[in-house]
T-cell receptor, first 108, second 112 residues
Framework: EDQVTQSPEALRLQEGESSSLNCSYT??????LFWYRQDPGKGPEFLFT???AGEEKEKERLKATLTKKESFLHITAPKPEDSATYLC?????????FGKGTTLSVSS | DVKVTQSSRYLVKRTGEKVFLECVQD?????MFWYRQDPGLGLRLIYF???????EKGDIPEGYSVSREKKERFSLILESASTNQTSMYLC???????????FGSGTRLTVV
């Protein structure tokens, strides 16, 4: 049973076209939801941690939000350099459990 | 910044070979992890370790073993490599719990 589900699997945007990525989770008693960015051929890099419903974090064109059942990664006016795979993960007490990721492509 | 170094970026091995993937971190982290990443399947946890000489099975430990003789080094061992172990292998370390989780650049292993 999947604990972390990300959608869509792939997303193509034009430069400047804002959108959102979704991460839904089924872990009870959430102790942290994490967003990572992964470029091709590299390991994931940490972006945000969210702990409680209503929390928001921002970094440049990215904003992460959290509800009781899902998180959104909002991308405002994306640029080609935002193209990457975005991974969501939850902490289930022993290790991070990852979703399958959303691959974002931004064209100019 | 914490650095997690995986000894090889690319490896090609033959079926049946014993394969060692090495991972070293330089920040005195207690916890270390091995994941594999496959298209359509995402990152899956193979093994992790909370201390020297300690190991715990993750979600997909079959066909793998690990060794942690020193705090900074965590090795993944494929006792007899098979073609279904062709994958990207990612090592990570953390301060404790999910905090300060840092990944290496990965080793892309091909078993032929």
């Amino acid at each position: 049973e999947d604990q972390v589900t990300q959608s869509p699997e792939a997303l193509r945007l034009q430069e400047g076209e804002s959108s959102s990525l979704n991460c839904s989770y089924t872990v009870s008693g959430l102790r942290g939801l994490f967003w990572y960015r992964q470029d091709p051929g590299k390991g994931p890099e940490f972006l945000f941690t969210l702990y409680s419903a209503g929390e928001e974090k921002e970094k440049e064109r990215l904003k992460a939000t959290l509800t009781k059942k899902e998180s959104f990664l909002h991308i405002t006016a994306p640029k080609p350099e935002d193209s990457a795979t975005y991974l969501c993960a939850v902490w289930e007490g022993t290790a991070l459990i990852f979703g399958k990721g959303t691959t974002l492509s931004v064209s100019s | 910044d914490v650095k997690v170094t995986q000894s090889s970026r690319y490896l090609v091995k033959r079926t049946g070979e014993k394969v060692f993937l090495e991972c070293v971190q330089d920040m005195d982290h207690e916890n270390m992890f091995w994941y594999r990443q496959d298209p359509g399947l995402g990152l899956r946890l193979i093994y992790f370790s909370y201390d020297v000489k300690m190991k715990e099975k993750g979600d997909i430990p079959e066909g793998y073993s690990v060794s942690r003789e020193k705090k900074e080094r965590f090795s993944l061992i494929l006792e007899s490599a098979s073609t279904n172990q062709t994958s990207m292998y990612l090592c990570a370390s953390s301060l404790g719990g999910p905090f300060g989780y840092t990944f290496g650049s990965g080793t892309r292993l091909t078993v032929v």
